[in-house]
Each structure stands twice: as structure tokens, then as C-alpha cells.
């Protein structure tokens, strides 16, 4: 079976400062990818960065990082000098290599950055 | 560029009421997936399509048929619409199954209430 956990229902940064966003997973798929999305209150789904399992550095993309470690299962996002734009939903999301293409998502969790 | 489109956008139905939510992409995607998310419980995957002329069920089938019409749309249908499918749908399309690090786009999203 898979699973996506995110245990911060709600986080809360300051301005211009650093925030990670934790992500657990359980997958028996020996191959498998991490994906991360934002859900602004507009309602739509961006994607924001990607891990594969087989990776050998953490993924990279602008402000977005990756501190994905294999050996404890977590794919946490690092959103860098935050900005009032980045408040929104994060989910976390897998996709197992031998489950067709399909992502499990976590529950979610909703950033608010203070001005 | 439109990616996914998805329509309609809003629907109110009256329980026992059937539609059909329709989607289409242009970005020759050969797999596509339909999710509800429900407050609290992040994106759940209804059905998907491999690719054309395949569907398989996914996590919450109960209650939805689907159809890969072609291979830029596939449709979701509610023959007897139920409160419990109140939600926000979500159609995506990706290129590849697993193995791929290619995310899925989504759609904008239909916001479906069933009195």
C-alpha cells in the first residue's frame, strides 16, 4: 500500500524567511517519484518540483528545494525567502513506477506568510 | 495555451440527478485521471486512463462511470447523484504512465453540489 502524511495542517511563516514543509511516504514500489503542488485560494494545481527515488541530488527549482531522504521515507519542501504570494495549500504527492502513473496525495498543508 | 479544460465550472444538481463532467487536453497526453478533493482529505483518485481505450477503477469509483472518448477527453459521469459526491473535481493529464518524471497539469477544477 501507499501513503502520503503531511502533519502540519497549518503552518505560519514570516515574510522573506525560510519554511519547511514536512511529507512522509510509504510505498513497496522500489522506484517511485515525489511531487510537490500548490493550491492558491483560486482553487488550481501547480506544480512546483519533482524527486525521484533514484536521485542522487535533492531537487532544485528557484525558491522550491527538495530535502529528500531516502532512508527515513521524507520528501520535505523548502520554500526560501518567502513571499506574501506563496501563501496557500502544499500538497505532497508519489507516484509509484508500477501503479500505472497514479498519485497519492496527502492531506495537505496551508502556509500563510505574515507581511 | 489551455492545457486541461474542464466543464463546467460550477453545477448544483438535486439528488437522483445524472451529468457528466467533461475534459479534454491538447497536450497529446496519453494518460489522464479524474480526483475529487474533499476539504480535509487532500486529492483522491476516481478513475484513470493509461491510455486510450483503457480505464481502470481508482481509490473512490463508487458511484462514477467514465469514458476515454478519445485521447484528448475523458469523461466523468454521476448516473444518480448522491450529497456524499458533493465536491470539487479534478481532471489531469500526464504523458507517461510510471517511471516518468513528468508531473500531471490539471485542470481548473468543477465545483459540484448536489441538494
Known amino acids: 500500500a501507499q501513503k502520503i502524511t503531511q502533519t502540519q495542517p497549518g503552518m505560519f511563516v514570516q515574510e522573506k524567511e525560510a519554511v519547511t514543509l514536512d511529507c512522509t511516504y510509504d510505498?513497496?514500489?522500489?522506484?517511485?517519484?515525489l511531487f510537490w503542488y500548490k493550491q492558491p485560494s483560486s482553487g488550481e494545481m501547480i506544480f512546483l518540483i519533482y524527486?525521484?527515488?533514484?536521485?542522487?541530488q535533492n531537487a532544485t527549482e528557484g525558491r522550491y528545494s527538495l530535502n529528500f531522504q531516502k532512508a527515513r521515507k521524507s520528501a520535505n519542501l523548502v520554500i526560501s525567502a518567502s513571499q506574501l504570494g506563496d501563501s496557500a495549500m502544499y500538497f505532497c504527492a508519489m507516484r509509484g513506477d508500477n501503479q500505472g502513473g497514479k498519485l497519492i496525495f496527502g492531506q495537505g498543508t496551508e502556509l500563510s506568510v505574515k507581511p | 495555451n489551455a492545457g486541461v479544460t474542464q466543464t463546467p465550472k460550477f453545477q448544483v444538481l438535486k439528488t437522483g440527478q445524472s451529468m457528466t463532467l467533461q475534459c479534454a487536453q491538447d497536450?497529446?497526453?496519453?494518460?489522464m485521471y479524474w480526483y475529487r478533493q474533499d476539504p480535509g482529505m487532500g486529492l483522491r483518485l476516481i478513475y484513470y486512463?493509461?491510455?486510450?481505450?483503457?480505464?481502470d477503477k481508482g481509490e473512490v469509483p463508487n458511484g462514477y462511470n467514465v469514458s476515454r472518448l478519445n485521447k484528448r477527453e475523458f469523461s466523468l459521469r454521476l448516473e444518480s447523484a448522491a450529497p456524499s459526491q458533493t465536491s470539487v473535481y479534478f481532471c489531469a493529464s500526464s504523458e507517461a504512465g510510471g517511471g516518468s518524471n513528468q508531473p500531471q497539469h490539471f485542470g481548473d477544477g468543477t465545483r459540484l453540489s448536489i441538494l
Open positions: 486512463s493509461a491510455s486510450e481505450g483503457t480505464t
Open positions: 524527486q525521484g527515488s533514484y536521485d542522487q
Open positions: 497536450m497529446n497526453h496519453n494518460s
Open positions: 510505498t513497496s514500489d522500489p522506484s517511485y517519484g
